[in-house]
Each structure stands twice: as structure tokens, then as C-alpha cells.
């Protein structure tokens, strides 16, 4: 990944209010690779404590088309063509950790293959919670 394309995606990732609301920080960016952690809030869980599903497929979008976006050499747009979420355990952690990998990055229509873990602060221990597949179209 260039220099600038790096800038940009930091630039876009920090001016999300949504991002800043989720308090999210952008772990890890590469062509065709994105890692986002989510703090645990109040407002993100369920009884017990456990994330809610919401929350997850909401990290699973930007996460996926961040990663969509990364994928491309030129500043780009991307929007969500389709989106499955398959939740495989409850999300109880501290920590939702995305890894957001493309499958297929095409001019138009891009696949991308998110899972989610929940992870401690310290990252040490990271528990499968979901898996996804995300098909993004770019618009610009």
C-alpha cells in the first residue's frame, strides 16, 4: 500500500463519527487487508454483557469496505451489495477485533471475508465470534 493511500484511508477512518462514537481504532491496514477494534460499551451489549449482533455486523461493514477500499490504488467509494453474517459464539470480551480480508477485488464488485473476535485489551486472547461474507460495489 502507498504512502498516500494509507493517509487516505486513516484520513476517512478518522473523520467517521460513527468510528469516534465506537471510540475504534484501526489496528492494522495493508492492500486488501484491514484489523478494526471496538471497545465494549454499555450501549453495544446485551444481558450478561455480551455484544450485541447489531454491533458486530455494524464492525463488519466498515471493516469489509475499508478493506474493499484498500484493494484499490486510486481514492475510491464503495458501497454494500450484500451482507451475511454467520454468529458463532457469544460475544463476551472486552474487545471486538475485525480482520477483514479480500477474497476477489474486481473494477466494479469486490468480495470480502470478515471475521470477528472478541479479544482481551492486551489482545492476547481472541475468541471466533463471527464469520461473513460482504459483497461491496465501487461508485466512485
Known sequence: MTTEKREL?????NSSE????????LVEAETGFI???IPKQTIMTRKHGMFNGAM????????????????????CYVVTVELKVNYLNPALG???????????????????RT?????????SHEKHVATS??????IK
Not at 484511508?9 to 477512518?13: K, L, Q, T, V, Y
Not at 460513527?18 to 481504532?25: C, D, E, P, R, V
Not at 471475521?115 to 489482545?123: A, F, K, M, Q, R
Open 35 to 37: 484489523s478494526i477494534k
Open 115 to 123: 471475521e470477528i473476535y472478541t479479544v482481551d485489551n492486551d489482545l
Open 133 to 138: 461474507l460482504v459483497t461491496m460495489m465501487r
Open 9 to 13: 484511508i486513516e484520513a476517512s477512518f
Open 56 to 75: 458486530i455486523a455494524s464492525l463488519v461493514d466498515v471493516s469489509s469496505g475499508y478493506a474493499a477500499v484498500s484493494n484499490y490504488e486510486d481514492d
Open 18 to 25: 460513527t468510528l469516534k462514537f465506537y471510540n475504534a481504532t
Open 94 to 112: 472486552d474487545n471486538l477485533l475485525s480482520k477483514s480480508f479480500v477474497v476477489k477485488g474486481g473494477k466494479k464488485i469486490s468480495v470480502i
